[in-house]
């Protein structure tokens, strides 16, 4: 066999693993590329974004989130706080909301955020253990696709 269908394509614990993988997938998408992809069975977040009507159309539920200022976590002690950032316990919340029922039964969870923002949210979502733990991060461009 010439190639490996069900080879990872990165060895980065948030990657997405294809089927098998039980996690839910996760699209980081900038504005521009998020136009046109909105499905049903998705929940599109918006990043610092408040999103208009337009870009809000077709999604199965649609969230906004911007980082709290100072005094947003409790400190290092706190049970709550512990393991994750403020996006990873926000994420971990609607895994939570999806088990109870209190929100769209999403598959796939496609976070939305400017273009300039991409590289460092990344970067952000790859050292959260919380994050990778519940969530698998989906390969998506726009110039091709590597997803089998």
């Not at 077709?58 to 947003?72: E, K, L, S, Y």
Request: aromatic content about 8%; proline content about 5%.
């Amino acid at each position: 066999m010439l190639f490996q269908r069900a080879a990872s394509v990165s060895t980065s614990p948030l990657s997405w693993k294809g089927p098998e993988d039980r996690r839910i997938r996760l699209k980081l998408l900038s504005v521009e590329d998020a136009a046109g992809l909105a499905q049903p069975d998705n929940l599109a977040v918006f990043l610092a974004l408040q999103p208009s009507p337009s870009q809000q159309a077709g999604w199965g539920a649609v969230r906004t989130w911007a980082p709290q200022g100072d005094g947003a976590d409790h400190g290092s002690g706190c049970v709550c706080c512990q393991g994750g950032s403020q996006l990873g316990r926000f994420l971990a919340g609607l895994m939570q909301e999806r088990a109870r029922g209190e929100c769209v039964f999403f598959q796939t969870l496609c976070l939305i955020c400017p273009a300039q923002d991409m590289a460092g949210l990344t970067q952000a979502l790859q050292s959260d253990p919380l994050v990778f733990s519940l969530y698998g991060l989906e390969a998506v461009s726009s110039r091709f696709s590597c997803y089998c």
